[in-house]
């Protein structure tokens, strides 16, 4: 019988990072070495614990990672409590590519773009700013404005300080929701700090977060004078089977799972409001 | 066409059920049809339909998709899929029939889900005309004449034989591997059933019921449309309307550990409860409005939407007879229709 | 009957004693009837519908209607007032919200027990004198009315309204109704007899969820069945078995609360008796504790509330069922 994606291949996980308090990234990599399967940025995969549950989470590491894939995840329910309770070396279940990813080989080819993310949004968004990093002549200017609660909740962090800030032609805006000892940064929210930074408007946004950070920075970057058509997002809802069968993960006639994640703001404007 | 008489029949199921399994649906103790594994001296159900539909054959309420040892931090995954019996489903109505091309453009579609297609590949379908619809029956709605079934094979019946002939391969062969029990049967007698049955079907209360003001482009349309608290006020949640249609598909994949070793299932679930679109950190549909607008929305916009215009409903009446409010697709069509 | 219903329902309406009204609403067919709440007097008569096969009981609507803004009308028959009184008296329905009026309980009909005569194409039904005039696309039936009574009514418990703020109609009594006969049936059985009944019957079930959601005694915020924390969610049974614990545990949590309403009964799409299973519970208890009558009262202690020095002991419901 043909392989089914049901039925799911094994990862082990080499490298548990603690990100923030509640956040850890995971690198996995397949039992022979090596990545288990390619993607494309902005696609997921669905990780489990037999007999503790699955769930779809986006790769965050870039498919120019030749090595491994790397997963960021926040603790907020079972099987995220026992990812972050385990030790390096346990193995896990992995299938995947799912869903459809930013256009990083078309839309996006050779335009500005801006990343805006919130907390653990930054996720996504990762995967798609070190494929552009590896792929740098193939885009205009890079800014990224990223926020979080606090310093501490700021994912990556390390790797947003010595690499991405590093880098020529990358503008990498931080910000937290609450003035903290030891940060001279920005203060406040993401919305309104996108707003005072006034982004030129030729840029092609990709943007991930709290809903409600969604939601003021869309209308924020439409004051602005930017559309719809500009603005790319990922979504998430509840999955079981990832490729459109299992009936649950729809907003009107779109699966999440096979017809996003990834969509347009115009493109959501047309399904119902159910997300 | 070829015809075996009716008192016939049970040379017939020997016959089949001598070389493969054969399901017929039979007359339960309190009055109601289902579907069994045929063995001698099960007579054949004069029932219209069967309670639960003929999904499940190919889609099980549930079924194992995967084991796993756990060894450690190490994880061993067994598949634990086998190739499945050649098997027939005989007395299958249109309504049915007609359902498993809408299983079909779920299941089928790429990736291939490999449980369903196993079971589909190995089954046959052999369908039975109705002759006597009931008041709950829309099959016509949807473009299916009772009459006429679809299936591997379908068989008619006058009252004295029965009649059958092949739509496919699969039927052919089936057919032939039976044939000796058939002989050449006039017609005549046929044709005035099955024109009597058409012009029952055109005198059934929901015959003028269309779907012309529904399909994919009302979308936003019939989503925000003020008739959803009414329709859905009195919902209980239950799953009856999902677990009895034979188009609902929608399923959970949950993890049983036996002690030995985890077993991961496949069940079906149901968009009508309140855990189906839960996550850890919240749930688009939280009231029963929102799940009891996304069934119907599924069947009569997004189904469509998605597949050419077909719908996700066959008429097959089950959910008006068995739900406990009697809340239906046809009340909703009604009361939500913006022509 | 009906007239006078919705007569006196937009009185209430009118004069603002309620601002809406519980009750039964028409379908496409004679008896598929919705239950309903109604705002206006329009509604009530284009829509309003009281009738042979208005058997739904509408008690556990008013969880969730008596904790909205102002009254609800709630047309209860006699069956339905002993629900009522035990979500009373469980905390569960805010009794000054809703206005009560007492109506002629059954029997009602099952429109199962019409189509299982091989009855079909229905059209109307009519009831001449206790005989069903059935207008089908095939010709008229004919079928006696009690034939086709619902199983729950058929052994009816009671006619009397134990709750109401008004009555319409004459008050009836309790009955001296033969429904422990079956459960009777089942306690003369050997065990093994027994086992293979209640196997038999369970393995029918789709795990709908349809008996424990109309239920009045499952008013549960969350069902340890929908838990997943529980262990015992489960929608995908490992084995048979658990079909069977589900209606085993269901029946345990709702013992001594179940007031033999029957609507698990009615609504079971796969036609399983699962009254019984709540009729020996009631049956053990009248036996061990004393008559006990569910929703009787508001203010009894249950037995299984109420712990007495002379109470049985557990041993004695374990020799019952030795052999």
Known sequence: MNNDTLIPYIGVVTDIRQDTPDVKTFRVVSPEGGKVFEHMPGQCAMLSIPGVGEAMFSITSSPTNKEYMEFSIKKCGCLTSWLHAMDVGQQITIRGPYGNHFPVESELKGKDLLFIAG?????????????????????????????????????DYKEIIDEWMADDGIEVDLTIDNPQEGWDGHVGFVPNYVKELNPSINKTVLICGPPIMIKFTLSGLKELGFTETQVYTTMELKMKCAVGKCGRCNIGNKYVCKDGPVFRFDQLDELPDEY | MLKISLDKLDKLFEAV????????????????????????????????????????????????????????????????????????????????????????????????????????????VVTMACTRPAETC?????????????????????????????????????IDSVASLFEDGDTAKLEAVREKTREVLKKLPLANLTTDNFGGDKLNEYFNSDKWGELSESCLGCGTCTFVCPTCQCYDIKDFNTGHGIKRFRCWDSCMYSDFTKMAHGNPRLTQLERFRQRFMHKLVYFPANNNGEFGCVGCGRCLSKCPISMNIVKVMKALEVK | ?????????????????????????????????????????????????????????????????????????????????????????????????????????????????????????????????????????????????????????????????????????????VLDSDRFDMVEKLENMTAQERYDFWREQLSKCIRCNACRNVCPACTCEKCVFDNPASGVENKAPADSFEENMFHIIRAFHVAGRCTDCGECSRVCPQNIPLHLLNRKFIKDINELYGNYQAGEDTTSRAPLNDYRQDDCEAGIVHERGVE
């Open chain 1, 119 to 155: 907390g653990i949004g930054l996720a996504p968004l990762r995967s798609v700013i070190n494929y552009v990093r590896d792929n740098r002549s193939d885009y205009g200017e890079v800014q990224i404005v990223y926020g979080s609660r606090s310093k501490d909740d700021l994912v």
């Open chain 2, 17 to 124: 059920s001598a070389s493969q399994t054969l399901y017929i649906p039979v007359d339960r103790e309190d009055g109601a049809a289902e579907y069994k594994k045929y063995e001698s001296g099960m007579k054949l159900s004069s029932a219209l339909n069967t309670v639960r539909s003929a999904k499940d054959f190919f889609f099980p309420q549930t079924e194992n998709l995967v084991d796993f040892k756990m060894e450690g931090k190490n994880i061993e995954v067994i598949d634990v899929r086998e190739e499945s019996e050649d098997f027939v489903i005989f007395g299958v109505r249109a309504c049915d029939a007609r359902s498993f091309t809408i299983l079909d453009k779920v299941f089928l579609c790429e990736p291939v889900d490999s449980y369903y297609k196993n079971r589909r590949d190995h089954g046959t």
């Open chain 2, 138 to 174: 829309f099959c016509g709605t949807f473009g299916i004449d009772a009459a006429a079934p679809e299936g591997d094979a379908a068989c008619y019946s006058d009252g004295e034989s029965l009649f059958i002939e092949a739509h496919n391969e699969k039927g052919q062969k089936f």
């Open chain 3, 1 to 173: 009957m009906q007239e006078a219903m919705i007569n006196r329902a937009k009185q209430l309406l009118a004069d603002g004693t309620v601002n809406r009204v519980i009750g039964w609403k028409r379908g496409e067919f004679a008896y598929d009837i919705t239950p309903a709440v109604f705002d206006s007097a329009d509604e009530l008569d284009s829509d309003f519908v009281f009738d042979d096969f208005t058997a739904a009981n509408v008690s556990k609507y008013l969880v969730k209607e008596s904790k909205k803004e102002g009254k609800v009308l709630a047309f209860l028959k006699p069956c339905d007032t002993y629900s009522f009184n035990q979500l009373v008296k469980e905390h569960r329905v805010v009794r000054e919200n809703v206005y009560i009026i007492g109506i002629p309980g059954g029997p009602k009909l099952d429109a199962e027990k019409i189509k299982a005569k091989g009855i079909t194409g229905i059209l109307g039904v009519k009831n001449e004198n206790y005989t069903l005039k059935i207008d089908t696309v095939y010709g008229e039936e004919t079928m006696p009315f009690y034939e086709a009574v619902l199983d729950k009514c058929a052994s009816c418990k009671s006619k009397k309204h134990v709750v109401y703020d008004e009555l319409m109609g004459d008050e009836g009594d």
